[in-house]
Each structure stands twice: as structure tokens, then as C-alpha cells.
């Protein structure tokens, strides 16, 4: 059966699409919102995308792997983006992913840990540099990253 | 240092992103008095204040939002440059996440000088608080009136809407960001037509970054004269500092000053090397050369410039290949694929210096990746190729040809390179820590 949207993303999504003056335009509010419902962009994500925005499939494609925040595969319960461009790279990036890697049970950029719940990669600048190290899990932001911090944070995810 | 906050005034007040906080504080006083006045005069006010755009290429904002046709019936756009990707750069965050009800009314200034009444506030995907705390604002302007349908009774209707990107340096180029909004790939527009002309959905468009889009507030509560004595400006400071973070100070401070006054110094007391005085795309500065002043003209004569005003400050213990190295891995990453001197010259660059840092590389190298940068900048559709290829080869040079004068990375810290390539390790022998 065809994916859904949910009632309650679709009022999203309709929000969205009433914003701008065609339906295309939606296409990275709406993608967003199919992501947070999906955990991520799938062919039959992008389908249901096309489909609601009145669209080919290929149009739909072509924004989704052109940008980097719509996973194409699954990610972890936690998926973790340590930003490593100058200011965190002078700051430790690569200390922080190694640490990481190990806390997590995971290889950056290798999936997911067995338990499921961490994905590791690195990010591309992240608009943080005044408090780096730092990394983006999820939604939020995790800033002037110690070891203390990250066994602070991994401990209390794999204990929920 | 002591200088009046005036950007920044609400940051570290309590609650400052709640509308009632902000109105306390002296907020919403300046949209009224621009809805008095006409469009044309707060155009002109602009253009006397001199502000130059905040985002990274310093155009005249006054100058910008006069191209505007006057004969063309189709609604006119203002799109919000919330993007902020250029590395180094952080200092749009702190306006939005601190103090939204400022950048909401910026806006709606800017909206009606500009006579539009559609503005899009294109936030980076990864922003996702800046965009929630905009999005709660937002509401709390339209149910006290300074936003939606006849706005303070002045018969000017505006809506806002907080479009989030979803990762992609590029669209933080004001073409890449139309396309983007349009629901497409951040692909950059070949100029002309400027968007002033043709911009979001075939429409006149005005593309100006967050800083910019508040300075109108400012301008009209102080007036022209006080903002040309005193320009207030955002500096942000990272690296290896005791105290990174952004700073307001006056346009044209000391970059010295920001360093040693300002945030405390270089930590753990070591050595200054060198700073990127103004984002990642700007040419490097050697210590002895950043006694100088933060804005457009020094830094300009300097061999620099001042962009976005992100300072990347690098102590003794940085190795100059792999910051380069860093950046360059940056831009190939972040080159959208358009234009093939960028898609192909960044991941060569990358490539160079990738064996240089790892022992593999060879003497012709350096004049290779000095030969590689020049044939990447001016020859693409937008700035990303020129971002690539000044960090590694300078600014260009008017009497070379167009060709870049060589004063970055590759030739200011050339002892380095050549040691690496000829030792096959980095010079830099003092351990980076990181607990």
C-alpha cells in the first residue's frame, strides 16, 4: 500500500504548501516533514512527495540527493553530525569522532550500531564555530564538546 | 570594549525572544516611524547611512534595493538570507535565536521600504531552533499587529515565512537561495538578469543577509549621523581563543584588539600564527600583518577582505597544509556540480593537498595548485569557485591579467609546504590537545 502522510503532518504539509504561491516550493518544508514521519527519504518517501506536490518522481529526486540533511538510508535513534570544517577541525573534530566511535559502538559513516540507536558521520561546516568542538544530534546542537560532555550525553541515550 | 550594545542589546536578557520583553525594552518603536515615511526616503536613508550588506560581499544595501523596477506590476519578494554557512561564520544565530522580534522588525521595514508584501526568511535546515523561536515569534508580531493584513493601521499588509534549508552551502548565494526556495537544487542563475529584476517565482526580488535586514531599526531610532560615527557590527571570533563567541564592536575595530581585548587572547598563552579575518573564502593574514582595522576598506588594502566578519584565529600548534587541506575538502564538498573549473579544480585542490599532507607530495605541486585556483576563479557562475581559489592563491590581481596575486596560504606560509613535501611530515611539532 502507498505511504501516507499522517493526519497530523498533513495539516503540516498543507500549512507549508499555503505558504508560497505554487506547490513546488513546498518541496523542502514538505520533505522535512515526510523525513520527521519517516526517519527517511525512501523511493516511496519520494513517491508520496511527488504525489502530494503534483510532481514527477524525478523532480522530487533530483532535491533530495542534492541535499545533505535528507538521510537516503536509515539512521540511528540518535544520528550524530560532528562538524569538522576549520574551526572544530583545530579544535579536536577528529579527537571527537574517534571518541565517539568508541562510546557509540559505531564507525563514522558505517550505519548503525547494533542496539540501533547511534549513526555517526561527519558534517561540513555547521554555523557554530564559536563554541567548538561541537555536533548536531537530531535537531539539536551539542557545543564546546569535552570527553566529560560526550560520556555524559552517550551514557545517559544508551540508558533510555 | 565599552562600547553601547545596540545589536545585541537583548542578548542575555531573560526571556528576550518574548515579544512583551522586547517592547519593554524600547522594540517595535521603529516601524511605526518608518510606516509614516515613504519608501523612497527609507531607500534614501540607506543609501545615506552607507550600509554595505553583511552577508560576505559588502554591496551597498541602499543601492541594492533602488534597482527595483518601477514598472513592473508583478509583487516584489524579500528574502531573508538566514543561510550562514560560510565557516567561520555564526553571527546571524545569535540575532535570531536571542533576539527575533529585531529581525521581524527589520523586516517588516525593510518589506514596506522596499513595497513587498511576501518575505521569506530562508534559514539554514540545520538551524532548527532559530527557526522554531522565529516561527513563535512571528505569531506573537501577528497578533499584536506589527505583522498580516493593514499593519499598525498604516493599510501595509505583510506575511513572513521561515523556510528551512536542508543542507547546501551554495544556497546561501542569492541565486542558489531563489532556486532553492522554488523547490529545486541550490543552482546558482546566471547574472543578469539580477534578481532585482527576475528573482523568486520570475518576480523583483531583494536578497539581504539577517545583520543587514536590521540595521534599518537602528538607523531610524538613532538617525543617520549617529549610525555613520558609530556603525555597530557583529564579529565572529573562533578558533584558538580563550574566548570565542561573537562580539559586537564598531565597524573598523582592531582585529588585535578583538583578539587580545575582546576574547582574552590566544589560549594556553601560546603564540598568534594567523587569522582568516573574514570567512573562510577570504585570504589568510600572518600575525605581523593583523594589526589592521575589521572593515571593507583596510582589509582590502591588506590583501584581504572583511565578508562575513568570521574571524578563524590559529595559534603555533596549526599546521598550515591541513587547515588549507580542511577548507579545501570544504568547498569540494559544497561545489553544487554547476560549473566544471569548480566541480573539478576544488576536488584536484582537495586532491593536491591531500598528498602533501600525507608525505606523497611533490615540489611542483605548489605551482600546480597556484595554476589550479587561477583557472577556478572568475570563471564560474557564482562566487563558490572564487571562495575555493582565494584562500589558496589570494585575491586577484588586476595587474596580472585578472590573474590571483598569490598572497594566501600557499605563498605566505610556503616554508611550511615546502617542508612537508620535502620531510614528508608537518613542521608543527607542539601536540594538540583535546580532553
Known amino acids: ?57 524525478n523532480r522530487v529526486q533530483d532535491v533530495v540527493t542534492f541535499y545533505t540533511m535528507y538521510n537516503k ?58 563554541t567548538a568542538p561541537m555536533m548536531q544530534v537530531n535537531d539539536d546542537y551539542y557545543e564546546g564538546l569535552t570527553k566529560a560532555k560526550i560520556d555524559e550525553l552517550v551514557n545517559k541515550w544508551k540508558s533510555e | 570594549m565599552g562600547m553601547e550594545k545596540v545589536l545585541t542589546k537583548m542578548v542575555g536578557i531573560e526571556n528576550s525572544q518574548n515579544i512583551d520583553v522586547y517592547l519593554k525594552h524600547g522594540g517595535y518603536q521603529a516601524l511605526p516611524k518608518a510606516l509614516k515615511m515613504t519608501p523612497d526616503a527609507l531607500i534614501q536613508m540607506m543609501k545615506d547611512s552607507g550600509v554595505r550588506g553583511r552577508g560576505g560581499a559588502g554591496f551597498p544595501t541602499g543601492m541594492k534595493w533602488s534597482f527595483l523596477p518601477k514598472d513592473n506590476p508583478k509583487p516584489r519578494y524579500l528574502l531573508c538570507n538566514a543561510d550562514e554557512s560560510e565557516p567561520g561564520t555564526f553571527k546571524d544565530r545569535v540575532l535570531m535565536e536571542d533576539d527575533p522580534h529585531q529581525v521581524i522588525e527589520g523586516l517588516a521595514i525593510s518589506s514596506f521600504a522596499i513595497q513587498s508584501h511576501t518575505c521569506y526568511i530562508y534559514i539554514r535546515g540545520e538551524y532548527v531552533k ?90 531610524i531610532n538613532r538617525g543617520v549621523q549617529w549610525w555613520k560615527d558609530n556603525e555597530p557590527k557583529l564579529y565572529c571570533m573562533s578558533g584558538h581563543l580563550n574566548r570565542p563567541g561573537t562580539y559586537e564592536a564598531k565597524m573598523g575595530t582592531n582585529l588585535l584588539d578583538l583578539i587580545n581585548e575582546y576574547c582574552g587572547g590566544i589560549r594556553h598563552g601560546r603564540k598568534l600564527k594567523a587569522v582568516i579575518p573574514g570567512g573562510s573564502s577570504v585570504p589568510v593574514l600572518r600575525a605581523e600583518e593583523c594589526n589592521v582595522a575589521m572593515d571593507f576598506d583596510a582589509l582590502a588594502k591588506v590583501g584581504s577582505a572583511l565578508g562575513s566578519a568570521g574571524c578563524m584565529v590559529m595559534d603555533e600548534t596549526t599546521c598550515m597544509v591541513n587547515a588549507l587541506w580542511n577548507l579545501l575538502k570544504f568547498y569540494a564538498h559544497e561545489s553544487c556540480g554547476q560549473c566544471t573549473p569548480c566541480r573539478e579544480g576544488t576536488h584536484w585542490l582537495e586532491m593536491i593537498l591531500g598528498r602533501i599532507e600525507t608525505g606523497r607530495g611533490r615540489m611542483e605541486d605548489l605551482d600546480l595548485m597556484l595554476e589550479t585556483a587561477n583557472n577556478i576563479a572568475g570563471r564560474t557562475i557564482c562566487p563558490l569557485g572564487d571562495a575555493a581559489a582565494w584562500p589558496v592563491a589570494g585575491l586577484p590581481d588586476r595587474n596580472k591579467g585578472n590573474d590571483l596575486n598569490g598572497q594566501s596560504f600557499v605563498n605566505k606560509f610556503r616554508e611550511e609546504f615546502e617542508y612537508h613535501i620535502t620531510n614528508k611530515k608537518c613542521m608543527v611539532t607542539i601536540p594538540h590537545e583535546w580532553n
Open chain 2, 130 to 219: 532559530g527557526a522554531k523561536i522565529l516561527n513563535k515569534a512571528i505569531q506573537e508580531a501577528y497578533d499584536k499587529g506589527y505583522l498580516g493584513k493593514n499593519i499598525l493601521g498604516s493599510g501595509f499588509d505583510l506575511d513572513i515565512t521561515v523556510h528551512r534549508g536542508a543542507g547546501a552551502y551554495i544556497c546561501g548565494e542569492e541565486t542558489g537561495l531563489i532556486e532553492s526556495l522554488e523547490g529545486k537544487r541550490g543552482w546558482p542563475r546566471i547574472k543578469p538578469p539580477f534578481p532585482a529584476v527576475y528573482g523568486v517565482f520570475g518576480c523583483p526580488t531583494i536578497v539581504n543577509n539577517v545583520e543587514t535586514l536590521v540595521t534599518p531599526v537602528h538607523i
Open chain 1, 1 to 57: 500500500m502507498a505511504l501516507e502522510f499522517s493526519p497530523e503532518k498533513k495539516k503540516e504539509v498543507d500549512w507549508a504548501i499555503s505558504r508560497y504561491p505554487n506547490k513546488q516550493a513546498a518541496m523542502l518544508p514538505v520533505l522535512h516533514i515526510a523525513q520527521y514521519q519517516f526517519g527517511y527519504i525512501s523511493n516511496e518517501v519520494m513517491e508520496l512527495v511527488a504525489r502530494t506536490l503534483e510532481l514527477p518522481v
Open chain 1, 73 to 130: 538510508q536509515p539512521v540511528g535513534k540518535y544520528h550524530i553530525q560532528v562538524c569538522h570544517t576549520l574551526a572544530c577541525g583545530i579544535n579536536g573534530a577528529a579527537q571527537v569522532v574517534n571518541y565517539l566511535e568508541e562510546k557509540c559502538g559505531v564507525k563514522c559513516g558505517e550505519g548503525i550500531s547494533k542496539d540501533g540507536k547511534f549513526s555517526i558521520v561527519k558534517a561540513e561546516c555547521l554555523g557554530s564555530c564559536g
